[in-house]
């Protein structure tokens, strides 16, 4: 079975991508807030929360657009491919 033709989506950012083509990792994106308002995380400590959690994220999802047929190419992240 000859795999799906390769079509090339851009996106400005890791967020971006995730939030238009996987909705079922918005939940990320909350964590830095609930990480300073419920458990008092300093900002700096708020942000390194979800860190790793959007990297694997965005690693499990390109994977499985890869599959699709589908290269994604994030604005600065891939620029060195080009």
Do not use: C
Not at 38 to 50: C, F, G, N, S, V
Not at 67 to 81: F, N, T, V, Y
Request: proline letters at 7%; glycine letters at 2%; charged letters at 35%.
């Amino acid at each position: 079975m000859d795999p799906p033709p390769t079509r090339t989506l851009r996106f400005a950012s890791v967020e971006e991508y995730l939030r238009k083509l996987h909705p079922e990792y918005e939940f990320i994106f909350s964590i830095k807030e609930s990480a300073q308002a419920r458990w008092h995380y300093t900002p700096k400590d708020a942000e390194r929360t979800p860190t790793h959690m959007i990297e694997n994220a965005f690693e499990v999802a390109k994977r499985s657009d890869q599959q699709k047929g589908l290269e994604i190419m994030i604005e600065g992240r891939d620029a060195h491919r080009q």
